[in-house]
């Protein structure tokens, strides 16, 4: 068996807290639609029970994800860097569009938020997917 290190550790919580928060959001936006036709309090509620295994997820990914640039400093430089540099910009919208979209009480902002925080949670995927090369 191969050996165990902080990198693989740091890498699996990574990885498993983006299966969360990415994956969550995909299963819960094929969802909803069956939830609306139980009412709109079931669709809350899943909402509410969603966003307390997502957001203690996003803190993860915060946390691991500076532990991640700490552990790679030599590789920061360039192309890397400017990946890096926006993939962090795309991870802060995904959480500010998700905070948005948590709060927001018309249809419309809880698609447009709904919509760019999935759009940016993939996004955000893509480019850690790229980084890791």
């Given at each position: 068996?191969?050996a165990v290190?902080?990198?693989?550790?740091r890498?699996?919580?990574h990885?498993l807290?983006?299966?969360?928060?990415?994956?969550?959001?995909?299963?819960?936006?094929a969802?909803?639609?069956?939830?609306?036709g139980?009412?709109?309090?079931?669709?809350?509620?899943a909402a509410?029970?969603?966003n307390?295994?997502?957001w203690?997820a996003?803190?993860v990914?915060?946390?691991?994800?500076?532990?991640?640039?700490?552990?790679?400093?030599?590789k920061?430089?360039?192309?890397y860097?400017?990946?890096?540099?926006?993939?962090?910009?795309?991870?802060?919208?995904?959480?500010?569009?998700?905070?948005?979209?948590?709060?927001?009480?018309h249809?419309?902002?809880?698609?447009?938020?709904?919509?760019?925080?999935?759009?940016t949670a993939?996004?955000?995927?893509f480019?850690g997917?790229?980084?890791?090369?």
């Amino acid at each position: 068996m191969l050996a165990v290190s902080w990198d693989t550790v740091r890498m699996f919580l990574h990885i498993l807290a983006a299966t969360v928060w990415v994956g969550g959001q995909l299963t819960l936006a094929a969802l909803v639609p069956a939830l609306r036709g139980l009412g709109a309090q079931v669709t809350r509620a899943a909402a509410r029970r969603f966003n307390q295994v997502a957001w203690p997820a996003f803190a993860v990914l915060v946390a691991t994800g500076a532990w991640n640039i700490a552990a790679e400093q030599d590789k920061i430089t360039g192309s890397y860097r400017t990946t890096l540099i926006i993939k962090l910009v795309v991870v802060a919208a995904s959480g500010i569009t998700a905070f948005l979209h948590a709060r927001a009480r018309h249809a419309a902002s809880l698609a447009v938020f709904g919509a760019l925080t999935g759009l940016t949670a993939l996004g955000a995927l893509f480019l850690g997917t790229l980084l890791a090369g």
